[in-house]
């Protein structure tokens, strides 16, 4: 699984001559905690936090800005996209192709891709995310995978 499977691929995100108070509103229109900052053509220069937003001062998201950002490309495997996430105490890391940024990743995506598990009913194969199009392991059709959801903790403490 690679971060093209799970990122969310319509990124919200923001110029550096925006002011503190356009970044707060749009952090909040959305419900994100961040979003990347792009430049006139596009490329990532930086990303801004709520953390950014409360605890640096400045006018303009350029001020307040982290400049220097992690980022994974498309083929990143999710498992490395989580120890960043977790090592570095991250809410999200951009994905790019280039200096652009075609999606983000974030700690609910993986959440959700572990969420999401298909059983193949013919060899087994365990395999997490969107519907697959077939079996890795035996190639049966994906009509024929099962989805199959983990009892959620709290409905299965209560019985």
Same mark, same amino acid.
Request: proline share 4%.
């Given at each position: 699984? $690679?971060? +093209?499977?799970?990122?969310? $691929?319509?990124?919200?995100?923001?110029?550096? #001559?925006?002011?503190?108070?356009?970044?707060? %509103?749009?952090?909040?229109?959305?419900?994100?905690?961040?979003?990347?900052? /792009?430049?006139? %053509?596009?490329?990532?220069?930086?990303?801004?936090?709520?953390? #950014?937003?409360?605890?640096?001062?400045?006018?303009?998201?350029?001020?307040?800005?982290?400049?220097?950002?992690?980022?994974? &490309?498309?083929?990143?495997?999710?498992?490395?996209?989580?120890?960043?996430?977790?090592?570095? +105490?991250?809410?999200?890391?951009?994905?790019? /192709?280039?200096?652009?940024?075609?999606?983000?990743?974030? /700690?609910?995506?993986?959440? %959700?891709?572990?969420?999401?598990?298909?059983? &193949?009913?013919? &060899?087994?194969?365990?395999? $997490?995310? +969107?519907?697959?199009?077939?079996?890795?392991? &035996?190639?049966?059709?994906?009509?024929?995978?099962? %989805?199959?959801?983990?009892?959620?903790?709290?409905? $299965?403490?209560?019985?």
């Amino acid at each position: 699984m $690679h971060a +093209r499977d799970i990122m969310t $691929h319509e990124v919200i995100s923001i110029g550096p #001559d925006a002011t503190v108070q356009d970044v707060a %509103r749009l952090l909040s229109d959305y419900n994100i905690s961040g979003c990347p900052v /792009r430049d006139g %053509r596009d490329r990532m220069v930086g990303i801004v936090t709520e953390a #950014d937003i409360i605890g640096k001062e400045g006018e303009r998201v350029g001020d307040i800005m982290t400049p220097r950002v992690v980022s994974v &490309c498309e083929d990143t495997d999710v498992d490395e996209i989580a120890r960043i996430l977790t090592g570095n +105490r991250f809410k999200r890391v951009p994905v790019l /192709r280039g200096e652009r940024v075609v999606g983000i990743v974030s /700690r609910a995506d993986i959440v %959700r891709m572990i969420a999401r598990r298909w059983v &193949c009913p013919v &060899c087994g194969a365990i395999q $997490h995310a +969107r519907a697959p199009e077939q079996c890795y392991a &035996c190639g049966a059709d994906a009509g024929r995978l099962e %989805r199959e959801l983990e009892p959620r903790m709290e409905i $299965h403490a209560r019985e």
